[in-house]
């Protein structure tokens, strides 16, 4: 690692030297002061990298009173205006939906959108009869299945005969030649 730390120092002095006049002294300290610099801030990203992450802070806000009737804010950040708070996490904080509720304490059916957004989605859902198609599709799905459960079944015994004994196959009788004709020439 220290090969490293001292071509990093030697590439950042020497470009700093190019710039600007030095006496030999003063390059050393430089030297000194960009390596000293260099290897403190490696030991701090090793120790930022063995780091227990730590619980979230605590957010003013109530989790219950986060979630509102036209936004929704989040407790890790405080932001908030938002519809739904799913994209946010992902994008902003990596982190799942149920991953969120768990650190906050939520109930696992508590929606994480704002209350009217979820009441506009509902209604629309049901004047376009999205309730009445779902269950049409449980209800083919539920027959397919049990036609295709059925299916094998009845296949089953058929299996289970003993094999048929091989017949002969007939011969196949040679073709016979076409008959070619040839065009006929127009009238002109």
Do not use: W
Not at 101 to 109: I, Y
């Amino acid at each position: 690692m220290s090969s490293i730390l001292v071509e990093l120092t030697a590439s950042i002095v020497s470009s700093h030297a190019a710039s600007v006049e030095m006496s030999s002294d003063e390059l050393l300290l430089e030297i000194q002061k960009v390596y000293q610099t260099l290897k403190n801030l490696d030991n701090e990203t090793a120790q930022d990298a063995l780091a227990v992450p730590q619980e979230a802070p605590p957010v003013a806000i109530n989790p219950k009173k986060s979630i509102q009737k036209d936004q929704i804010i989040c407790l890790i950040c405080g932001k908030g205006g938002f519809k739904t708070l799913s994209r946010h996490l992902k994008q902003a904080h990596d982190l799942k939906p149920g991953a969120y509720r768990k650190q906050f304490k939520l109930p696992a059916g508590t929606p994480l959108a704002a209350k009217n957004y979820s009441e506009a989605r509902r209604q629309a859902a049901l004047n376009n009869n999205l309730g009445e198609n779902l269950a049409k599709g449980r209800v083919a799905r539920l027959e397919r299945l049990a036609a295709e459960k059925a299916a094998p079944a009845a296949k089953a015994p058929a299996a289970k005969k003993a094999p048929a004994a091989k017949t002969a196959k007939p011969k196949a009788t040679p073709a016979k030649p076409r008959k070619t004709t040839a065009p006929k020439a127009s009238k002109k």
